[in-house]
Structures are given as structure tokens and as C-alpha cells.
């Protein structure tokens, strides 16, 4: 069984930052990718960053060059931080990761964390 533990989300100021962390826990054999989505009120779930094995990163193009992607991969973690924060950034923000548990390659989920920006 494989988990997803997300931290670091909360309450930001427009302009202000945060960091989301995510750490993988379990019976995880190889991890493929990990990346961060986000869900906002009344929209779909949506790809905000992505880090595959060899390194490489994509992100939607609403927050090139605010949110940065990272990860320690000897603790199979991600990190989102999220610069420069503006109010459409509030959503509930997903840890996603591709990987191969005891059950084959499949994707997992974490629970969320609400990530609102407001003054």
C-alpha cells in the first residue's frame, strides 16, 4: 500500500508564498513521475507541476515562473514552491505520483491540502 502525506498548505496574502510538501510512504518499487494538481471550487482538477524520474519538469503555463517543482528522491518526496501567490491560485492542491507498488505501475493520490490566497 502505498501513501501520500501532503503538508504545508494554509492561508497566503496575494503576493506571498508557500511551500507544499509530499512525502511517499509503503511498498513503492520505482517512481515513474510525481507532480501537483489543483482543484478549485466548481473547476476540474487540473495539472499544475510535473518532475518525471530523469528530472525533467513541466508546469501549466498559469504559473511558469511563480511555482517550482522539486524533490528529494532518497525520501520519496515532492516539493511545490508557490512564489508571487494570487488569489486564482486558491484550490485544493493533490500530491499525484506514478509509480510501481505490490500492485503493478498505477497512480496514487494524496488526500489534498486547501491552499487559499486572500487579503
Known amino acids: 500500500q502505498v501513501q501520500l502525506v501532503e503538508s504545508g498548505g494554509g492561508l497566503a496574502q496575494p503576493g506571498g508564498s508557500l511551500r507544499l510538501s509530499c512525502a511517499a510512504s509503503?511498498?513503492?518499487?520505482?517512481?515513474?513521475?510525481m507532480a501537483w494538481y489543483r482543484q478549485a471550487p466548481g473547476k476540474q482538477r487540473e495539472l499544475v507541476a510535473r518532475?518525471?524520474?530523469?528530472?525533467?519538469?513541466n508546469y501549466a503555463d498559469s504559473v511558469k515562473g511563480r511555482f517550482t517543482i522539486s524533490r528529494d528522491s532518497a525520501n520519496n518526496t515532492v516539493f511545490l514552491q508557490m512564489n508571487s501567490l494570487k488569489p486564482e491560485d486558491t484550490a485544493v492542491y493533490y500530491c499525484?505520483?506514478?509509480?510501481?507498488?505490490?500492485?503493478?505501475?498505477?497512480?496514487?493520490w494524496g488526500q489534498g491540502t486547501q491552499v487559499t490566497v486572500s487579503s
Open positions: 518532475i518525471i524520474s530523469s528530472g525533467s519538469t
Open positions: 509503503g511498498s513503492i518499487f520505482s517512481i515513474s513521475a
Open positions: 499525484n505520483l506514478d509509480g510501481r507498488g505490490t500492485a503493478g505501475w498505477r497512480g496514487y
